[in-house]
Nanobody, 116 residues
Framework: QVQVVESGGGLVQAGGSLRLSCAASGSIFTFDAMGWYRQSPGKQRELVAV???????NYQDSVKGRFTISRDNNKNTVNLQMSSLKPEDTAVYYCRAEFPNGSRYWGQGTQVTVSS
């Protein structure tokens, strides 16, 4: 059974930085893509950043230049370095792992709170 576990959330002041990590364990395959999504109260879950096994990345416009996603294929891990954080970045951040057989797995989420 694949497990996806996030870590690194917390409370930070506006302008500060946080680093989120995500590890997917239990699969014999290397992921096809791993991504970070976020959801704040009353809003739909949205893509923040995604990275493929080959290293291609895609970011939501609002985080470009502030967030950086990186990966370690051998360990099925992905990190999200967040800088210049804004109050509107406050949300629960979820990691999703996609594997070659088409299966997708979500983590439980980690809270990020940015105070003004």
């Amino acid at each position: 059974q694949v497990q996806v576990v996030e870590s690194g959330g917390g409370l930070v002041q506006a302008g500060g930085s946080l680093r989120l990590s995500c590890a997917a364990s239990g699969s014999i395959f290397t992921f096809d893509a791993m991504g970070w999504y976020r959801q704040s109260p009353g809003k739909q879950r949205e893509l923040v950043a995604v990275i493929t096994r080959g290293g291609s990345t895609n970011y939501q416009d609002s985080v470009k230049g502030r967030f950086t996603i990186s990966r370690d294929n051998n360990k099925n891990t992905v990190n999200l370095q967040m800088s210049s954080l804004k109050p509107e970045d406050t949300a629960v951040y979820y990691c999703r792992a996609e594997f070659p057989n088409g299966s997708r797995y979500w983590g439980q989420g980690t809270q990020v709170t940015v105070s003004s």
